[in-house]
């Protein structure tokens, strides 16, 4: 008698599980998004999608190993894709994409860094895919750089983290963009020192 009951209380908690659960709703945005490693779904990597008010943008690289980058509206389905003039070497999959939208709206992109100069764009306006020519940040310690993350603060600022120098070497670098005035400024040098040594 036990068993009986204990097999039936098993089973009604499945049954109120299942009425819970929420169905996915999946939705395709591209057919052509690069394939041959991980570069577009790496583990370390941040922020492939973010959201800025309404609007949701997203970043990948195609199979031409182009930056591209989409917007939707929350609650629609249709995607407006945009593909970059930005090349980044999609065969590494260290070389990730990060993205963040500022508080004014702007979109910022870093891409295909891998112990390299850095690779970073913004958008010409708010709400626009359309990035602008390559920028420095700072200016200095920008050439070997890896693991870019944003990282949007509070009051709409953004922090820029990498890792400068290869492996074993390297420092964690931190810079801030503020968005009042439009300009990077570096918050840290070297929050972890790699002190040449693993």
């Given at each position: 008698?036990?068993?009986?009951?204990?097999?039936?209380?098993?089973?009604?908690?499945?049954?109120?599980?299942?009425?819970?659960?929420?169905?996915?709703?999946?939705?395709?945005?591209?057919?052509?998004?690069?394939a041959?490693?991980?570069?577009?779904?790496?583990?370390?990597?941040?922020?492939?999608?973010?959201?800025?008010?309404?609007?949701?943008?997203?970043?990948?690289?195609?199979?031409?190993?182009?930056?591209?980058?989409?917007?939707?509206?929350i609650?629609?389905?249709?995607?407006?894709?945009?593909?970059t003039k930005?090349?980044?070497?999609?065969?590494?999959?260290?070389?990730?994409?990060?993205?963040?939208?500022?508080?004014?709206?702007?979109?910022?992109?870093?891409?295909?860094?891998?112990?390299?100069?850095?690779?970073?764009?913004?958008?010409?306006?708010?709400?626009?895919?359309?990035?602008?020519?390559?920028?420095?940040?700072?200016?200095?310690?920008?050439?070997?750089?890896?693991?870019?993350?944003?990282?949007?603060?509070?009051?709409?600022?953004?922090?820029f983290?990498?890792?400068?120098?290869?492996?074993?070497?390297?420092?964690l670098m931190?810079?801030?963009?503020?968005?009042?005035?439009?300009?990077?400024?570096?918050?840290?040098?070297?929050?972890?020192?790699?002190?040449?040594?693993?």
């Open positions: 008698m036990n068993r009986k009951i204990a097999i039936c209380l098993v089973l009604l908690s499945l049954f109120a599980i299942t009425a819970f659960a929420q169905n996915a709703n999946l939705h395709t945005v591209a057919t052509n998004g690069w041959n490693n991980s570069v577009n779904t790496v583990i370390f990597r941040k922020n492939a999608l973010t959201s800025y008010k309404d609007i949701q943008y997203i970043a990948y690289y195609d199979d031409e190993q182009f930056v591209v980058l989409g917007k939707r509206k609650k629609t389905q249709k995607w407006e894709l945009l593909r930005y090349k980044g070497d999609a065969s590494d999959a260290h070389k990730s994409i990060s993205i963040m939208v500022d508080g004014a709206g702007i979109l910022h992109l870093a891409w295909g860094q891998h112990n390299n100069k850095l690779n970073y764009a913004k958008a010409i306006k708010a709400g626009s895919l359309e990035m602008g020519e390559k920028l420095g940040m700072i200016g200095e310690k920008e050439n070997k750089v890896s693991y870019p993350e944003f990282y949007k603060l509070a009051n709409g600022d953004v922090l983290f990498y890792r400068d120098g290869g492996s074993g070497n390297g420092n931190i810079n801030r963009y503020q968005t009042k005035t439009q300009k990077w400024i570096r918050v840290q040098d070297n929050l972890i020192d790699g002190e040449g040594k693993r």
